[in-house]
């Protein structure tokens, strides 16, 4: 009997090898037996990888000084009136996945209010976006963790366009620390309050404007739902974000009102040159399944998809990550 157990073993163990022997034989190569070179390009047009030129920025960052220059216009989007007629308001419109919603939302018939911090010149090349788009256009210039900077930026936008129907809370402060030790009070407190007050002061500003039908959409993150070990406080705030609007969902749900959240990966944004030092810059999304990272014109479509109510209507509370696939290491 052992011995019968024994040269079954043995046997087994050697069906085992010959079909580790084939794969053993492939390592390092992708399927095909071609090693993999370069970033997946699976979109309508093809985007760039890294390395990129090395770059850093002062904070906020500023979209003309990026190299290269983000892919926001979609030219192969063809609008279809998913927001015919409808008003939006967007913090951090000007640039970025900001920018990219604006002119997407334009292109479905949306006016846009374009809130920013003080990247002027990057405001109003948005604004020109827009009006491109033949949809009207306002700049609204302040900081979000205010709470009477929402209030005024939403009593513009109503006046402006006479009706609120989408808010996209997109603005955000992030600035990676390599020790908790160097993360001070006031880089904690600046993160809480644009990230997480930010959002709050301008959906609760925009809400007794906000009829059924109406949207929200907040950017949030891969790193809050995994986590990053060099971004305590930004996860912290993404994740919160999340619950946030996972349980506001819920909340306004009665009043016709849907939230919901976008949670990127890393996009070339001016956000990231911001904050990485100019040779991490330059890899920057090479980690990815994708490696590279995305373009704002490849998130924005999620967003629209979210905003209308002929797409998204029984979608509320949810989070979609766009990350460029999962287990990229």
């Known amino acids: ?58 904070k906020p960052g500023e979209e003309w000084r990026l190299d290269p220059a983000p892919m926001y216009d979609a030219p192969f989007w063809k609008g279809s009136g998913k927001l015919q007629d409808r008003a939006a308001i967007i913090t951090g419109a000007d640039s970025g996945i900001g920018r990219a919603v604006a002119v997407l939302f334009a292109r479905e018939g949306c006016d846009v209010a374009v809130c920013h911090l003080d990247e002027d010149r990057d405001a109003e090349a948005t604004k020109r976006a827009v009006e491109a788009e033949g949809r009207k256009a306002v700049v609204l210039k302040g900081d979000v963790a205010d709470p009477a900077f929402c209030e005024g930026a939403v009593r513009a936008a109503v006046e402006a366009f006479g009706r609120l129907d989408v808010v996209v809370s997109n603005a955000a402060f992030q600035e990676h620390v390599e020790a908790l030790e160097d993360l001070s009070f006031e880089h904690f407190d600046r993160t809480m309050k644009t990230n997480l007050y930010g959002c709050f002061n301008l959906v609760k500003a925009a809400l007794p404007h906000l009829k059924p039908g109406a949207a929200v959409v907040v950017t949030g993150s891969v790193t809050g739902i995994e986590g990053n070990k060099d971004l305590l406080d ?52 090479s980690q990815t399944v994708m490696k590279r990272p995305a373009q704002p014109e490849e998130i924005a479509p999620a967003f629209v998809f979210l905003a209308s109510p002929q797409c998204s209507s029984y979608i509320t509370g949810e989070v979609l990550p766009i990350i460029g696939g999962y287990g990229g290491g």
């Not at 040269?7 to 010959?18: C, F, N």
């Not at 919160?240 to 969902?249: D, N, V």
């Open 1 to 58: 009997m052992e011995d019968r157990h024994a040269a079954r073993a043995e046997t087994v163990a050697e069906r085992e090898r010959a079909i580790q022997a084939p794969i053993d034989a492939k390592a390092g190569k992708s399927e095909g037996g071609k090693a993999h070179e370069g970033a997946v390009q699976a979109g309508a047009r093809a985007y760039p990888e890294p390395p990129f030129p090395k770059q850093h920025q002062r």
């Open 234 to 285: 930004y996860s912290l705030t993404k994740g919160g974000l999340h619950a946030f609007a996972r349980s506001l969902g819920t909340h306004l749900a009665p009043r016709g009102v849907r939230v919901n959240v976008v949670a990127p990966g890393p996009v070339w944004t001016p956000l990231n040159p911001a904050d990485k030092a100019a040779d991490k810059a330059a890899t920057f999304g």
